[in-house]
């Protein structure tokens, strides 16, 4: 039984002084915002408006709620829930200390009143209060201390978060302000508990060697006493199985989970009950779904030459889901709000959505973010989307000490246990690039040493990874055109890698998003300005043109000075799709030695003028998306281009291949293939392809044909199609 | 109090059927060898007689013992202890069973009779026995189980030990002929403890950061009761502190462990004794060295041009001692003995002396072999030797598998325990050779993740490698000439590796060795037969030429046909002395990128006629061993040499360096540098060096003259001699 509270809130330079006003707080939520909205700021995510709201990185919070009398029956006792508060704070009732946390993924229990059995006293996470409560009201004070600073760190950098388990994102990212947020941003709650109750239900299985049988293994954690009986309802409905008591059961023939573009995410349900005395006095209920996975080595990587030293170029980094390898097709996920929060299923439940129809299997959810609320999950799971789950580390050195050590190791663990029952999660990591320069993290870091040993100890069927690159993998690039001017075209086929976990084109965003971002006038012409810059067109990083994501003078290049916004939109959005196009079908060109194609990123938590982003904030497809989504369609026909500008006279050549992730032969046919120019169709070739076996590629002819020239000034649109059925592709390039 | 027993063995096929016949059992030491003895079987180190012994490896051995009759006072009671066992084995007395195990690392305890503590049996190791015994003989009997042999393994092959702790080595390998030990290894007797004893002592300690304090720890573990006081002896005798139960205390400017070269290795001693009303009841020594070690990146590697991906080339693996980055100069050690029963610490000892004259400061205890003996460790702690300790994995997949998993973790918690007091106990290393095309294992394998889980949890300070080579580490090559012609001397300076940890240059066996291992007239000439093949002249390995360490073909081209059997001998360890000196020297050139140069291997467990070892069994250095320990001075000047042989009229050209790996600046001087041909000394140049830093090498000039032309037929030795001092070298080469 879960009983809301009301609550309120203030702040104050040290939680020594009452604040000076207390204002109504949404639970869940974020302080920054309720005080925002209190105080009459202005929208956060409009202009430089969030610099208003930075102050609230140096105060304390006061969260109060009044804790109403109770009257319990023998035997119960009322706990106060909180599931998730960020992010380091004291509890206090009636003045007196209730305990103490720092972290924001744990959840914790403590106890108001009420009965009190040796196994609830057993766990640590609890502490008892001894002061009598009955009959009138208590103040339920929370003091949440200003967002974890190491004081070794760069004043206002990243490195501000590297002794803490917050995520590093808050503290500025090159397409994220500066913006900490703070606040119960989980559900917190009375709960009432009978004298007996269901803790927590444990439902693990091991498949056999042919997935024919699952051996299913049934713990209850019970506090008091009684009987817990398991019902197993198929993904159907039918009850398939029913277990008494802790122990084990065989399910003969359990219908698999797969990931999307392999098979149907089967989920069976479960109900468990604890009875007393014959009486049902307590229930819970989840899902399970039963498959084999596991990373192996990338085809080929074992054959490479390895001359001295004789050890590999690669880790392994191929999903085998039930004895099939996949390709993992997907995207870098971030936080759908900086509030985090604000986040509700309601928040994933578009993106996931869209990301389904962009044919993605798989998302990294990378270090520098929070590890997302039970729903996401849930909807993973549903939808048959993998999730690549990291720690809270990126981009910084978390150096061994025993203070960082202790609250990583609890809330670690709080995030394993709460999240391994999931099917869709499918590797544990430490973290965002902390083997790299500008993180010297290493294999000997104590960090990712006992982030390991507790994945191997609580979820050791779960792969995991150090970091993301390691040896073999890929992060980068992040354009349409590198520095040294070569086109991703050039690029792509010259690299040779087993898994691009993050790359990126950027655009500009849709027109909706930026006119939430900014007035118009500030951001056409775009230029160099405080807003632009707020909202990451220019200046996110350093680089020789001062711009980061607006990338004009590429734009400039290709398309000469842009007229209007929507026209940059348009011409930015167009490089950006076929960008995106041309990594994600050249990495499926080099499988089996490459497994996984992953773009940075796929959403944003706050309306950017620029990003890599393939979906504007909170979630607005980019034109680019329907390019993404074409290019990950378990199968396609796919023309390997060599550049993006062509002129009349030129020879026209592309390769060929029949790209097939999917799990059936695509049976043989007729690709038409032509080029056309100013309305006018050219015929460049019929490729009469084979059948293509299950998960396999067919490499196709060269086609080429030299290109008209054309009369009359001026650039034009030249496309190339790829008329196949299901099959077809298209590509839009330029004539000049 | 100890007491010993007198044991007797036989084998029989069955454990169910008595053996034929008992005779006389050393213990420590193997049955194979005390059957071989009893039976009358030939020399296993001479010819072929192994062969002899090879039945054995498909028998059950049975030891037996009398119990005496004891009169325990009150609350006393009698074990009997195993600290070794190979392999797996159960335990009778009388006929019912006490115990069982598998793993020959770890120590067991089996109450024989007398006071049951509920401190005693809280001890899972530990099986009460409930016969009477008092007043009559009994009989103990352990029988041994034939050694574990993976069923998906090739037969006779090294991937028999796939899915054990039991040393790969002893199935076969190029340098160990296929002969597996088994027998009580380790020490076993009965023991009679006391109502209170002292279980175990626990001391340890953490350096502050300047390394001027050390904060100690004191646990003891007590069967009973008492009060346990610690005393801590400085290395010159005297009584520094004085702890009274368990707890902490701060030791002051704490006299630092160094290694080899960079200090001295002081030990402090410590004494504990267990008092119970005023009378002291138990006691325990042991010695404890203060250091702080870490492995740190090598220099220069996060400055490395990383491109995509943006991750680091190789893993940490310099060794920083109290601060001081140290070159690591060392070899890889291998059992001193086949039969590991018989190993003493007079087996290490002359051993461990010869390493600390080569100027070794490190020994890789590779994964193939036995974890060694106590006294091994306590010699290197003395001497100042650092000790890579691999587990025992080497060359194989294993796999996961819960029984193997299961084995694994319990003698990894018992040698983790075990060896952890260790100052010299440096790097934890998961095994040999395991991330490579014929291993096959990875980062997600089972038994690497559990390692490394464990040894966080017991030794949390300790560097834990997964395997050797990682990423920028070598192993190879192991030819003075390579296969494509390459002399090692154009090689080595081509390489750019963070640490050599196997390098290899083979030659001929000592005169002595050789007759050891066979007649003069199955040996010389040397040829293919069973004798030279078996050990490992020819065929250890399959390549063109049928060979493996003899090399003949290199040493004809260079040489001619060999005369006599000493002849070969000189100039195959002429090229070995050489090729090492090469190796060793360039290794230290490349020093920071480069950290540690090890070659494989140091030593061998019978009477090889080829090898790349330096150390002739059981303890005898080969000509080659005084090159190495001058290529491992703490300082010398060093020539880089292009090639081995010259000729007349030839432009003779090397460069000069100051290698200095020492804590002392040297001081500016001049070295005088000559040719030596047919009794003539040519003078080439002097070098006036400026002074070194401590720690850093100098690189100086290049310097040549054009060799003169000798009249007459044949070659002549061509000595490049360095006359500097103490920082003097030659190298001895060829003319023609």
Not at 115 to 132: H, I, M, P, Q, Y
Request: aromatic share 12%; net charge negative.
């Amino acid at each position: 039984m879960k009983l809301p509270l009301t609550w309120t809130l203030g702040h104050s330079p040290s939680p020594d002084a009452y604040p000076a006003r207390m204002v109504p707080a949404n639970v869940p939520g974020n302080a920054n915002l309720d005080w925002g909205k209190a105080a009459g700021l202005p929208d956060w995510k409009f202009g430089t408006n969030f610099e208003q709201y930075r102050f609230m990185e140096d105060v304390f919070w006061l969260y109060e709620a009044r804790i109403p009398p109770v009257e319990l029956a023998e035997g119960e006792s009322r706990y106060f829930v909180a599931e998730g508060i960020d992010y380091a704070y004291v509890i206090l009732l009636d003045g007196v200390e209730l305990g103490r946390h720092e972290g924001m993924f744990s959840r914790r229990e403590f106890l108001l009143d009420g009965f009190v059995a040796e196994n609830a006293l057993r766990n640590d996470a609890k502490c008892t209060f001894s002061g009598g409560l009955e009959g009138s009201e208590k103040l339920l004070q929370i003091w949440i201390s200003p967002p974890p600073k190491d004081p070794r760190a760069e004043k206002d950098s990243r490195a501000e978060a590297a002794q803490s388990a917050k995520p590093a994102v808050s503290y500025g990212w090159d397409w994220h302000p500066r913006l900490i947020p703070a606040g119960i941003w989980e559900a917190a709650y009375l709960e009432v508990h009978p004298r007996s109750y269901i803790k927590d239900i444990s439902l693990t299985y091991t498949l056999n060697g042919d997935f024919s049988e699952a051996l299913l293994d049934f713990r209850a954690d019970i506090v008091g006493i009684g009987q817990t009986r398991l019902t197993l309802y198929d993904p159907d409905g039918p009850a398939v199985l029913i277990m008494t008591g802790d122990g084990s059961a065989v399910l003969k023939h359990p219908r698999l989970w797969w990931c999307l573009g392999y098979g149907k995410p089967e989920l069976y349900r479960w109900e468990a009950v604890l009875c007393m005395d014959g009486n049902e006095v307590d229930k819970a209920a989840g899902r399970i779904g039963f498959r084999h996975l596991e990373l192996t080595m990338n085809e080929g990587v074992w054959e490479e030459p390895m001359g001295v030293p004789v050890t590999r170029n690669a880790v392994p980094i191929t999903l085998t889901l039930n004895g099939v390898p996949v390709f993992a097709k997907g995207t870098n996920w971030v936080n759908p709000e900086i509030f985090t929060g604000t986040i509700t299923r309601d928040s994933y439940a578009p993106l996931l959505a869209l990301a389904k129809k962009a044919n993605f299997n798989i998302l990294r959810c990378w270090g520098g973010a929070i590890v997302n609320k039970d729903s996401f999950f849930e909807l993973c799971d549903e939808l048959g989307i993998f999730v690549w789950q990291e720690f809270p580390l990126s981009c910084n050195n978390y150096y061994d000490s025993v203070p960082y050590l202790t609250v990583l190791e609890q809330e670690a663990r709080a995030i394993i246990n709460r999240l391994k029952k999931h099917p869709s999660l499918a590797i544990w990591c430490g973290g965002n690039e902390l083997f790299n320069s500008w993180s010297r993290m290493t294999d000997q870091s104590a960090a990712l040493r006992l982030l390991n040993k507790l994945c191997y100890e609580l979820d050791p069927e779960r792969p995991f990874l150090a970091t993301s690159p390691l040896c073999g993998m890929a992060h980068g690039n992040y354009l349409f055109r590198y520095e040294d001017g070569r086109e991703v075209y050039a690029a792509m086929p010259s690299l040779h890698h087993t898994a691009y976990t993050e790359f990126g084109v950027p655009s500009i965003s849709n027109l909706d998003c930026c006119l939430m971002a900014a007035d118009e006038a500030d951001i056409f012409p775009m230029e160099i300005n405080d807003v632009t810059v707020a909202h990451h067109a220019f200046g996110a990083w350093p680089d020789e043109n001062g711009s980061a994501w607006a990338r004009l003078e590429t734009i400039r290049d290709y398309f000469g000075e842009p007229q209007t916004l929507p026209q940059l939109i348009e011409h930015s959005q167009w490089l950006q799709g076929e960008g995106y196009k041309c990594i994600y079908e050249e990495a499926r060109r080099q499988k089996p030695y490459c497994s996984m194609a992953l773009n940075w990123c796929y959403n944003e938590p706050w309306p950017t003028l620029a990003n890599n982003s393939i979906v504007n904030y909170p979630a607005e497809p980019k034109a680019s998306f329907s390019d993404v989504a074409a290019a990950c369609r378990p199968a396609l026909i796919s023309a390997r281009i060599p550049k993006f500008v062509w002129r009349g006279g030129e020879e026209f050549s592309v390769g060929l291949w029949l790209l097939n992730d999917g799990q059936d032969v695509i049976p043989a046919g007729v690709a038409v293939v032509s080029v056309e120019l100013a309305g006018v169709s050219y015929p460049l070739a019929e490729w009469k392809y084979g059948a293509a076996l299950a998960n396999t590629n067919l490499e196709g002819p060269s086609v080429g044909m030299a290109l008209p020239c054309l009369t009359g000034a001026g650039q034009r649109k030249l496309v190339l199609r790829i008329e196949a059925g299901e099959l077809s592709s298209v590509y839009r390039l330029l004539y000049r």
